[in-house]
């Protein structure tokens, strides 16, 4: 597999998307990160909720690279979700 990452940028949803992540919306008024790059030979544009993001990137460390995975994965609970202990 070859990936080419072009672009990532924070933002902030005018308009609904879906995390590429956990297929979960994003809603007007939310963070996200928007991802532009290139997989084997495809362009490819994915948004996703910033945990989710670090998410991704914590598996693909653990499993040492690039990894593949099916939209709907479970979103992590956010920082400002958690519960205050």
Do not use: N
Not at 36 to 48: E, L, T
Not at 59 to 82: D, F, H, K, M, N
């Amino acid at each position: 597999m070859s990936y080419t990452l072009l672009s990532e940028q924070p933002r902030i949803a005018r308009r609904t998307h879906r995390c590429i992540w956990c297929w979960g919306l994003i809603k007007p008024g939310e963070s996200y990160t928007d991802e532009r790059s290139v997989c084997d030979g495809g362009f490819q544009r994915h948004r996703w909720h910033p945990e989710c993001r670090v998410a991704m990137l914590a598996e693909a460390a653990a499993e040492g690279g690039l990894i593949e995975w099916t939209p709907g994965q479970e979103r992590p609970v956010a920082a400002r979700e958690a519960p205050l202990l």
